[in-house]
């Protein structure tokens, strides 16, 4: 007879036959005998491997939500997994979800600079698959490219002479992601929360 180790126990081998494995290393055993008592063995260790890779971005990818003044966004990627990383890709989308350009390693880690890139909304994310073609991402990050300046309108006061020492300050400004105004008011820099009066001595002021 011949029978063989399924896992769970010893089991009489009446031809070809699935069994279920867990995910994991394993070992089967087989052994046969003879009429005569001759008893031989052998046996063949596998496999299972159902878990996709861990895949993590690391310094220097930017964090989500970030607004960047340049053209290029770095993304570092690794990747780890028991049966080993076959390939890592870097994707980058714009704004509609259009991929932009994606770069592909043979490695357990992926570094790679977009550049090129205009201002905008771009995501970055990246997959990496094992060698048994399991498949992992890491999560989408949003990142912004903003290299225009805010446009800055001085309405009040005029390019001309006035009679009063006190003068209006009114300031115009536009942009996509404006952070703070401030003005040299004649003696420091002061932030400007709207609209207000100051007052001058009186001579030629900028």
Request: net charge negative; aromatic share 12%; proline share 2%.
């Amino acid at each position: 007879k011949v029978w063989f180790f399924n896992g769970t126990a010893n089991e009489i081998y009446n031809g070809q036959v699935y069994r279920e494995f867990s995910e994991g290393q394993h070992t089967i055993t087989v052994w046969a005998n003879d009429t005569a008592r001759n008893t031989n063995q052998t046996q063949v260790t596998f496999t299972i491997d159902l878990s996709a890779p861990t895949v993590t971005f690391v310094t220097p990818t930017p964090t989500t939500n970030s607004i960047y003044n340049q053209s290029f966004i770095d993304t570092n990627v690794t990747a780890t997994d028991s049966s080993g990383i076959d390939t890592i890709i870097n994707y980058i989308y714009n704004s509609v979800g259009s991929l932009v350009d994606s770069q592909s390693a043979k490695s357990s880690n992926n570094y790679y600079n977009f550049t090129g890139l205009t201002d905008g909304v771009y995501y970055i994310n990246a997959t990496a698959n094992d060698t048994m073609n399991n498949i992992g991402k890491t999560e989408t990050r949003t990142i912004t490219i903003d290299t225009t300046a805010p446009n800055i309108i001085i309405e009040s006061p005029e390019n001309i002479t006035y009679g009063t020492t006190t003068r209006l300050i009114n300031i115009s400004t536009t942009d996509l992601h404006l952070d703070k105004v401030w003005f040299f008011n004649g003696t420091a820099n002061e932030i400007y929360n709207g609209q207000v009066y100051r007052e001058f001595n009186e001579g030629q002021h900028t």
